[in-house]
C-alpha cells in the first residue's frame, strides 16, 4: 500500500494545477496501517488516523506506515 500511495504522491506533486491564471502544487499527507489479525475496523480507522496525523506533523506530502 506505502508503495501505491507514495506514487501517487509524487505523480500529483509532479503535475501543478493551474487555477484562475496561477499555478500550484497539490500535496497530501497519508497514514497506513497493517491490520492485525483480531483487530476491530474501529482500531484499524483510529491507528490509520494517528499515521496520518504524524505525517502531518512531520511536514507536507508524506505518507506514515504503521505495522
Sequence with gaps: GAVAINRVLSDLAARPLQWDGSETSITFSAGIVTKGEDESLESVIAR???????????????VVSVV
Design 48 to 62: 490509520a488516523d494517528g499515521a496520518m496525523y504524524e505525517a502531518k506533523r512531520a511536514g507536507q506530502n508524506r
